[in-house]
Structure formats: structure tokens, C-alpha cells
């Protein structure tokens, strides 16, 4: 073979070396993308609500409002004889404003055990996980540290062991069951009590205790109806996007004044029952390397307001207040600390915002790796990963700090600890911080 046909020979070497390396790259590329496909099917599949009543509750609200509007028309007759004291109506229009200030459940499920306070001695926000019952905050008690203590198995409750089966509004005697009468302890235990349901998206997350005293209030079916309110309001808390409500306005053009303008409010990530959100990405035309962007409104598959197939054109929303300029991010971000050992085990609600933090950290990182395959290898050899790609990697912190909700990311930082598994293929030294 003289020298030319060995230079051939190399030159075709080389050929199939670079197809060969082209071929396993793009087979890569293939594979993530395959993944992000699945992830992305299996959320929206999830997201899809099962009945509309599952995703707004209208024949409830309507029967509700139905029944206040009957109130108000008859409060509003023109009385032919003398007529008898009318009494306070149950669902007022300044308990509904009220109402309608809380911006999430934990201020909804207060405002609700203050209202109780006028139509019944004590009131106790009771919480079902599994078989265990315990109680969330309460109302009426001399001693609210109390409250801490009352928890234990529905089995050991008679009341709870029926209220468990068939849940719908339970009144019951607290002194023929053991559970309630330790619970109640040196506070005594009434002659009359009832058990009403606490539902959100049709399940069953617990009950509201309320309780008769001699010279207290005790108006149950007004009772019943503020909890029945208090979940609707919960449910539709994603839906009521501005402050106050349209409809609960104060009607101020009347009396000559100005309306105030309505503040958007952002539905939060923090709430107790929401699942995990996933971002849908979208893939530039081939050598385009696009910058890592936040996921518009539009992009994101959240099953905490899943969206109908034919659901009505919204209204138009108010203009959102001016955009503030973004503080430029630290030169080094700060490693958040894991999970402490010994803390308390995460409830099934704080489990699902935790995976949420994990799957929206892989696809912020993931693209950072798909788009710096090169840079990445490099900075693993050189472990300068964070200096080489310090932008996108700043930028993607940037979009996950403001996703994910503080309490989550101070539990553990899973942003960084997948820089460490992705881009530093499981060596924290090769990110360079």
C-alpha cells in the first residue's frame, strides 16, 4: 500500500470515528427527549379531571347562593302585618367578603374557626391521614395547647369509626365515646356535639368539631353551611384571581368615590392538597442554542387547576402591575441545607411539593446539559462546571427560586443536588464552588 492509499485509509477511519461518536451523541439527545415526553404525557394524563364537578363545584355554589338570594329577597318584602324578629342571616354579604380576603387555606380554615365561635361553644379543625385522626387548630379552649395532643386512631372512636365510613354530618354524645372524652379532659365534655365533613375535590381530608354549652350559641345548620362555604372557597381559590372578588365589591361608584383597583393575586405552590406541577419543554429547530427561559402561564401543566376540554372564555383580567427589576443572583449560589436527621417524616402533601421541587430541578438542569453537552465535558475534566455555564446556571436557579416555595428549598436544595447528579455526573468537586 504506497503512502497515498494510507492516507485514504485514514481519512475513511476518521469518517466512521465521527459518524460513530455523531450517532451516540444524537442517540443520547433521543433518549432525554424521550423521557421529557413520558414525564410530560403522564402529568397531563393526571392533570385531566375526572368529572366537571370534580373541577368546579357549580350545582353547589348555585344551590348556595340560590338559598341567599332567597334570603335577601324576603328580608326585602314589604311586610302586610306585623312580623316576627327576623333573624341574622346565616351567609351575610360581609361574611362573604370576609371570607373572600383569604388568600389560602390556612387563613380560610382560621377565619372559619372565628366565625364558628357564633354558632357554637368550641370548634376544632380535625385532619385524616389514613387510619390517624389529629386535630389542626381550634377555637372556644381555655387551653389551646391542648389541641396538640388530640390525636389517635379513628378505630378507637365509635363516632369517627362511623363518620369515616359514611362521611356526611354526625351528631353524637361525647360522653359515650372515649377517644373525644380523654381528649376533652379537665375542659368537660358537652351533652350534645357534632362531627361535619371536611371535602376538597370530592375527598374526604377530615372533619370540624363543634360543641353545645350551657348559655353558648348553638346554631349547627349555620355551622354546617359556613363549613360547606369554607371548602368551596378553598377549591376555587386558583380561580379567583383578583382581590376583592367582582362580585363582592364594594359598590364605592354609588357613593362617588372611586373603585379600588383589584390586585392580582398568584395562586400558591405551597397549598396542602395541590399535586406537583410539570413544565412542558419545547425544542428549538436543530444548532440553535435558545437561553434558558421561564415557562410562560401557557406552558405549564398544573393539576391543581386542570383545565376543560371546552371550559368558558375567561374574562378579561386587570393589567398586571409594572414588572420590578430582577436582583442579579450571587456570584456563588448558596448551598441550601438537606434534610436534617431526627426532623419530623414529611405528611403525603409536603411529600408531593417535595417531588415537585426534584422533577422541575431535573428539567431546569437537564436543558442546561442538553444545550453545554461540550462545555460540560470540559468543565467535568477541568471541575469548573459552575464557571464555564455560570449564566444558564444562574438564570435556571433564578427561575426555580422563584417556583418553588421557601420552605421547601430550605428543607433541601434540589436544584444543587442536581448539578451534582447531571451536570457532575455525581461529583460535587467538579461544579467548582
Same mark, same amino acid.
Given at each position: 500500500?504506497?503512502?497515498?492509499?494510507?492516507?485514504?485509509?485514514?481519512?475513511?477511519?476518521?469518517?466512521?470515528?465521527?459518524?460513530?461518536?455523531?450517532?451516540?451523541?444524537?442517540?443520547?439527545?433521543?433518549?432525554?427527549?424521550?423521557?421529557?415526553?413520558?414525564?410530560?404525557?403522564?402529568?397531563?394524563?393526571? &392533570?385531566?379531571?375526572?368529572?366537571?364537578?370534580?373541577?368546579?363545584?357549580?350545582?353547589?355554589?348555585?344551590?348556595?347562593?340560590?338559598?341567599?338570594?332567597?334570603?335577601?329577597?324576603?328580608?326585602?318584602?314589604?311586610?302586610?302585618?306585623?312580623?316576627?324578629?327576623?333573624?341574622?342571616?346565616?351567609?351575610?354579604?360581609?361574611?362573604?367578603?370576609?371570607?373572600?380576603?383569604?388568600?389560602?387555606?390556612?387563613?380560610?380554615?382560621?377565619?372559619?374557626?372565628?366565625?364558628?365561635?357564633?354558632?357554637?361553644a368550641r370548634a376544632v379543625v380535625l385532619v385524616i391521614r389514613g387510619t390517624a385522626i389529629s386535630?389542626?387548630?381550634?377555637?372556644?379552649?381555655?387551653?389551646?395547647?391542648?389541641?396538640?395532643?388530640?390525636?389517635?386512631?379513628?378505630?378507637?372512636?365509635?363516632?369517627?369509626?362511623?363518620?369515616?365510613?359514611? /362521611?356526611?354530618?354526625?351528631?353524637?354524645?361525647?360522653?359515650?365515646?372515649?377517644?373525644?372524652?380523654?381528649?376533652?379532659?379537665?375542659?368537660?365534655?358537652?351533652?350534645?356535639?357534632?362531627?361535619?365533613?371536611?371535602?376538597?375535590?370530592?375527598?374526604?381530608?377530615?372533619?370540624?368539631?363543634?360543641?353545645?354549652? /350551657?348559655?353558648?350559641?348553638?346554631?349547627?345548620?349555620v355551622a354546617q353551611s359556613l363549613v360547606a362555604l369554607t371548602c368551596w372557597l378553598i377549591d376555587?381559590?386558583?380561580?379567583?384571581?383578583?382581590?376583592?372578588?367582582?362580585?363582592?365589591?364594594?359598590?364605592?361608584?354609588? &357613593?362617588?368615590?372611586?373603585?379600588?383597583?383589584?390586585?392580582?393575586?398568584?395562586?400558591?405552590?405551597?397549598?396542602?392538597?395541590? %399535586?406537583?406541577?410539570?413544565?412542558?419543554?419545547?425544542?428549538?429547530?436543530?444548532?440553535?442554542?435558545?437561553?434558558?427561559?421561564?415557562?410562560?402561564?401557557?406552558?405549564?401543566?398544573?393539576?391543581?387547576?386542570?383545565? /376543560?376540554?371546552?371550559?368558558?372564555?375567561?374574562?378579561?383580567?386587570?393589567?398586571?402591575? %409594572?414588572?420590578?427589576?430582577?436582583?442579579?443572583?450571587? /456570584?456563588?449560589?448558596?448551598?441550601?441545607?438537606?434534610?436534617?436527621?431526627?426532623?419530623?417524616?414529611?405528611?403525603?402533601?409536603?411529600? &408531593?411539593?417535595?417531588?415537585?421541587?426534584?422533577?422541575?430541578?431535573?428539567?431546569?438542569?437537564?436543558?442546561?446539559?442538553?444545550?453545554?453537552?461540550?462545555?460540560?465535558?470540559?468543565?467535568?475534566?477541568?471541575?469548573?462546571?459552575?464557571?464555564?455555564?455560570?449564566?444558564?446556571?444562574?438564570?435556571?436557579?433564578?427561575?426555580?427560586?422563584?417556583?418553588?416555595?421557601?420552605?421547601?428549598?430550605?428543607?433541601?436544595?434540589?436544584?444543587?443536588?442536581?448539578?451534582?447528579?447531571?451536570?457532575?455526573?455525581?461529583?460535587?468537586?467538579?461544579?467548582?464552588?
Amino acid at each position: 500500500m504506497d503512502s497515498y492509499d494510507a492516507v485514504v485509509e485514514h481519512l475513511k477511519k476518521a469518517q466512521a470515528r465521527g459518524m460513530e461518536a455523531v450517532t451516540n451523541r444524537l442517540d443520547f439527545v433521543l433518549e432525554r427527549l424521550d423521557e421529557l415526553v413520558r414525564d410530560v404525557k403522564s402529568a397531563v394524563a393526571e &392533570a385531566r379531571p375526572q368529572s366537571p364537578d370534580e373541577l368546579f363545584p357549580v350545582a353547589d355554589v348555585e344551590s348556595a347562593l340560590g338559598e341567599l338570594r332567597e334570603q335577601v329577597v324576603a328580608a326585602a318584602a314589604p311586610v302586610v302585618q306585623a312580623p316576627a324578629p327576623a333573624a341574622e342571616p346565616a351567609l351575610s354579604l360581609e361574611l362573604l367578603r370576609q371570607l373572600d380576603k383569604a388568600r389560602s387555606q390556612s387563613e380560610l380554615l382560621r377565619d372559619l374557626l372565628t366565625l364558628l365561635r357564633d354558632h357554637a361553644a368550641r370548634a376544632v379543625v380535625l385532619v385524616i391521614r389514613g387510619t390517624a385522626i389529629s386535630a389542626w387548630s381550634g377555637a372556644g379552649f381555655a387551653d389551646p395547647e391542648r389541641l396538640k395532643r388530640w390525636q389517635g386512631e379513628l378505630g378507637a372512636s365509635p363516632t369517627f369509626s362511623t363518620f369515616s365510613d359514611d /362521611a356526611r354530618p354526625l351528631s353524637f354524645a361525647p360522653t359515650s365515646d372515649p377517644l373525644v372524652t380523654g381528649w376533652l379532659g379537665s375542659d368537660g365534655a358537652p351533652a350534645e356535639a357534632m362531627i361535619l365533613p371536611v371535602c376538597l375535590r370530592g375527598k374526604v381530608m377530615g372533619g370540624v368539631y363543634i360543641d353545645r354549652l /350551657a348559655g353558648k350559641p348553638w346554631r349547627p345548620d349555620v355551622a354546617q353551611s359556613l363549613v360547606a362555604l369554607t371548602c368551596w372557597l378553598i377549591d376555587t381559590l386558583p380561580y379567583r384571581q383578583t382581590v376583592p372578588s367582582p362580585m363582592l365589591a364594594m359598590a364605592s361608584a354609588v &357613593a362617588g368615590l372611586e373603585p379600588a383597583a383589584a390586585a392580582p393575586v398568584e395562586p400558591e405552590l405551597e397549598d396542602e392538597f395541590d %399535586p406537583s406541577a410539570t413544565v412542558r419543554v419545547e425544542m428549538p429547530p436543530s444548532g440553535v442554542k435558545p437561553p434558558v427561559r421561564e415557562p410562560s402561564p401557557a406552558e405549564t401543566v398544573q393539576q391543581r387547576i386542570p383545565v /376543560a376540554q371546552a371550559a368558558p372564555k375567561p374574562a378579561p383580567k386587570p393589567e398586571p402591575p %409594572p414588572v420590578q427589576p430582577v436582583v442579579p443572583p450571587p /456570584a456563588t449560589p448558596a448551598r441550601r441545607p438537606a434534610v436534617a436527621a431526627g426532623e419530623p417524616a414529611l405528611s403525603p402533601e409536603e411529600q &408531593a411539593r417535595h417531588e415537585e421541587a426534584r422533577r422541575f430541578a431535573r428539567l431546569l438542569v437537564s436543558e442546561i446539559k442538553l444545550y453545554n453537552e461540550e462545555e460540560v465535558e470540559k468543565g467535568r475534566a477541568g471541575k469548573d462546571l459552575y464557571q464555564r455555564l455560570k449564566e444558564d446556571v444562574d438564570r435556571s436557579r433564578e427561575m426555580f427560586d422563584k417556583r418553588i416555595p421557601p420552605e421547601v428549598r430550605s428543607r433541601r436544595d434540589y436544584f444543587h443536588d442536581e448539578l451534582v447528579r447531571i451536570l457532575g455526573d455525581g461529583d460535587p468537586d467538579s461544579l467548582g464552588m
